[in-house]
């Protein structure tokens, strides 16, 4: 009678060391996959502070400018600068809380609710992050 061995079964002696050599090598894909996975949220993170000081520099900014054109008489226009700073620090501060995670959500939680809004401001940053590549690449020569 003939013997049907089962597929699901390593074949013979080497059966077992290739079954072994194929867990070891997916155990290696996973930490490679997991170390590339902190390293990219690592860089994201210094991002993020990166750009919560960034706005909050640019808001102290605002501020004085907005001092200054008070002390000019420009009232409305620095009542303006005075809001938009606020608004800037609120931004920072947001950054600096939140985690990684929770802003992803967050963004993606207004795309879902205005469409529009959230791929014209892509748009536009796109459009921003263009001109500023380019203007530092020509600074450079």
Known sequence: MASFSDPAQPAGPDGGKQAGQQHTEQQQARELWQDAKDGARSMLDEQKHSAASGIHDLAAALRTSAKDLGGRNQATVARMAQSAAESLEQISGA????????????????????????????????????????????SHR
């Not at 990684?100 to 536009?124: H, N």
């Open 95 to 138: 950054l600096q809380r939140r985690d990684l995670d929770g802003l992803v959500r967050e963004a993606e939680s207004y795309a879902r609710r205005q469409p529009i809004v959230f791929f014209g401001a892509a748009v536009l940053a796109g459009f921003c992050a263009m001109r500023f590549v380019k203007s530092t690449s020509q």
